[in-house]
């Protein structure tokens, strides 16, 4: 069973534009929740990061929205760059032992 | 603050070989996690070892198997390579806080 679920598996986006990837997950359990950036070659970076008692986090363009009645959270990269193109994973962990990842989200900003 | 390192950075096998992939996680972190990143796809999780301890492993047969040393240092074997096995492996480190990556090993089976 899939324990996080990401949508969508590709995304192509203006410049300017927002990009917008969803996940869901299913155990109420889980108390933290990453995204991670990957360029090509590369191991993923830590982005941002959320806890279930806030609904919304925001550092710089990148923003964390979560509805914990729903089970769901979303990054929004507002004013999109080509230099954003990459791969994001979200993720979810209980108390940081093991972390679930999402099947990624392959951004490409067109300039 | 040093990341986490991994190496070698590539590494190509023959199909039927053994290969060992190296983790040196973040100072002071004594969890180490190993992923699996076949190209184009997402991270598959492998092995988790935390204090020295196996903590949970992945769907993966036995071939794959790992230890971590009381460095905290951790090392991933793979035994009897297959093609399939080609991939970018993944080492994460945490201490009871988000897991860091590492830059990953490319192991090429051919």
């Known amino acids: 069973q899939q324990q996080v679920k990401q949508s969508p598996q590709s995304l192509i986006v203006q410049k300017g534009g927002i990009s917008i990837i969803n996940c869901a997950y299913e155990n109420t359990a889980f108390d933290y929740f990453p995204w991670y950036q990957q360029f090509p070659g590369k191991g993923p970076a830590l982005l941002i990061a959320?806890?279930?008692?806030?609904s919304e986090k925001k550092e710089g363009r990148f923003t964390i929205s979560f509805n914990k009645s729903a089970k769901q959270f979303s990054l929004h990269i507002m004013d999109s760059q080509p230099g954003d193109s990459a791969t994001y994973f979200c993720?979810?962990?209980?108390?940081?032992?093991?972390?679930?990842f999402g099947s990624g989200t392959k951004l490409n900003v067109k300039p | 603050e040093a990341g986490v390192t991994q190496s070698p950075t590539h590494l190509i096998k023959t199909r039927g070989q053994q290969a060992t992939l190296r983790c040196s996680p973040i100072?002071?972190?004594?969890?180490v996690y190993w992923y699996q990143q076949a190209l184009g796809l997402g991270l598959q999780f492998l092995l988790w070892y935390d204090e020295g301890e196996e903590r949970n492993r992945g769907n993966f047969p036995p071939r794959f198997s790992g230890r971590q040393f009381p460095n905290y240092s951790s090392e991933l074997n793979v035994n009897a390579l297959e093609l399939e096995d080609s991939a970018l492996y993944l080492c994460?480190?945490?201490?009871?806080?988000?897991?860091?990556f590492g830059q990953g090993t490319r192991l090429t089976v051919v």
């Open positions: 994460a480190s945490s201490l009871d806080g988000p897991s860091f």
């Open positions: 993720a979810a962990s209980m108390s940081f032992n093991k972390f679930y």
């Open positions: 959320i806890r279930p008692d806030v």
């Open positions: 100072s002071g972190h004594t969890s």
